[in-house]
């Protein structure tokens, strides 16, 4: 696998969010595994309510979307890395795909009813056999991971070549009304609206979290360097959820 970071050893990714967690006054590492973890049990029960409201359901809108751009044939085995509490998975066995999950933290996965094989892991040491799904999604996850240049790399290692993954991440909308109004509702209104209905330290650290998301150039090069090709990234609903694209490189 060309330029895959292997699972476990802090790549060049991983510094740079380390560097810009710091910056931000954010856990690094393994205080930072032990924390993504610990929150999302907590918030696990209450997760799909606050999404829904939080996003006005665009959420939904954003993963049909994901699941349209990943461009596979019903049948293929497609991972759902991160999978929650299962909305990529429920939408992709009505697609006819055969989904698979994974998740770090056993809170989300007990939450998870949809049926589908589950395996508790870390997206960083995947339990797949190298080449083994035909994509993989994932929703909302890439800003928590550790270390997402060993995440990308492990794609890279068990989807096939010619295999697609679609990956939806938070955004920013570029300018205008809608950056100013973005801000305000995310950094001010969902922090109170999640500690209402949830648990107000998880929803206060998620505004703060995407200090760890990489750039639009820096997430590219991190695929290219995990084996893809065909790179694309796109904004949703005028920059409030961006998807990246890829093609695993190699002969089908
Ligand atoms: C914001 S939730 C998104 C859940 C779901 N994908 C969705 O679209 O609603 C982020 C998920 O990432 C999971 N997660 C965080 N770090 C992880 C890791 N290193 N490996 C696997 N899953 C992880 C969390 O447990 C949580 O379920």
Known sequence: MS?????GSP????????ARARHADLPVGDEKTALVRSMFDTIAPRYDLVNRTMTFGLDVRWRRRALGALALPAGSTVLDLACGTGDFL???AA???RPVGADLSWGMLAANR???PLAQADGAALPLATGTVDGVTCGYALR???DLAAVLGELGRVVRPGGRISLLEVAEPDGGLLRLGHRIWF??????IGGLLSDPAAYRYLPRSTAYLPSADELRRLLVDAGFSSVNRRTLSGGLSQLLTATRSGRP
């Open 95 to 97: 697609d006819g795909f």
């Open 3 to 7: 330029g895959a970071v292997p699972a």
């Open 144 to 146: 928590n991971f550790t």
């Open 114 to 116: 949809t049926g589908a």
């Open 11 to 18: 790549g060049p990714g991983a510094l740079e969010a380390a």
């Open 90 to 92: 429920r939408l992709l």
């Open 187 to 192: 950094r001010r209104v969902v922090p109170v």
